[in-house]
């Protein structure tokens, strides 16, 4: 009996259960797949009991990057992005690994991003996930916007393959270039629906061939006020269901098969609708 689990806070709104539960069944492996919504005071007394009910945790926000203290282990993604999503727990050992870099490689596979210019909405958690794949996907210049430069200066990943750097949100003359624009801020999501990272006149002055890419994995505002501007767009629900593919390889050790995505997407959609 595989025994995995989520933990973060809130979770009400994770579909990962259905999405894992789908998942074993396809691989016809016995499991269970637990929600664990522990508040921040809580978190640091929990974690052991929590490791030792289980094979397998996803961790969501707000504890990618505090899970970091309590790993044995790490994979070099985990080291290079400095969060992790996915806890693997065989024979005392933690080992964290992040699986959003996957998802975020896999949802982006059919543009070509060597060359690109790339903007970057946002720096925290899946920001840093996602500039470290863009980086192993090669393109010539990634700009990050953020609204507080003060936080983030100095301390974007390391990367050394592309050109990165720092605006703020006015900068229009570098949004201008962008070959791609992804949201990696919450903006459109939850109590922040009516909102947008970009105004409609930045999103009017982005070229004719700019796809907007939104990590939200609904139909966000951002999207709709692009794809009418012209643009074509990507949300968020690829990459969620890739990570937790990801996820399950790397607890069960089984490929990943067309058969496998196809069930685990069904079952996301169903659990979103
Ligand atoms: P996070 O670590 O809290 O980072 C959020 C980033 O957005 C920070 O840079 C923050 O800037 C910025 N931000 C927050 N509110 C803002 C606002 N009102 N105006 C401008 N910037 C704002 O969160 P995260 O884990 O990176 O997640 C970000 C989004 O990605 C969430 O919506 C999450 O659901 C989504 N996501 C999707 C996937 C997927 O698989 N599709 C995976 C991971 C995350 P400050 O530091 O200045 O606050």
Request: glycine share 8%; proline share 3%; aromatic share 8%.
């Amino acid at each position: 009996m595989l025994k995995l689990g989520i933990l973060g806070h809130p979770l009400s709104h994770s579909r990962s259960p259905e999405m894992q539960a789908a998942g074993l069944k396809y691989l016809g492996i016995e499991g269970s797949y637990e929600k664990f919504d522990v508040a921040i005071e809580d978190f640091a007394d929990t974690l052991q009991t929590i490791f030792s009910k289980l094979g397998g945790l996803n961790v969501t926000i707000p504890y990618k990057e505090k899970i970091l203290n309590y790993l044995n282990m790490r994979d070099k993604l985990v080291d290079r992005i400095g969060a992790a999503n996915t806890v693997m727990i065989s024979e005392g050992m933690i080992k964290g690994y992040n699986t959003d870099y996957y998802g975020f490689i896999d949802s982006v596979s059919q543009l070509k991003l060597k060359g690109k210019n790339i903007a970057v909405l946002g720096a925290g958690g899946a920001a840093r996930a996602v500039l470290i794949a863009l980086e192993d996907l090669e393109p010539e210049q990634i700009n990050v916007y953020v609204r507080n430069f003060q936080k983030y200066d100095g301390n974007l990943p390391a990367v050394s393959k592309t050109n990165i750097s720092l605006h703020l949100y006015d900068d229009n003359s570098s949004l201008a270039e962008a070959d791609l624009v992804i949201n990696c801020t919450p903006m459109g999501q939850g109590r922040l629906d009516d909102e947008m990272p970009l105004s409609s006149p930045q999103i009017e002055g982005l070229k004719d061939t700019a796809v907007v890419y939104d990590l939200i994995y609904s139909d966000t505002r951002l999207l709709k006020t692009a794809r009418n501007r012209g643009l074509k767009t990507i949300d968020g629900s690829n990459m969620l269901i890739m990570q937790g593919v990801h996820s399950l390889r790397i607890w069960t050790g089984k490929p990943i098969t067309d058969g496998l995505v196809e069930a685990m997407t069904a079952a996301f959609y169903a659990a979103i609708t």
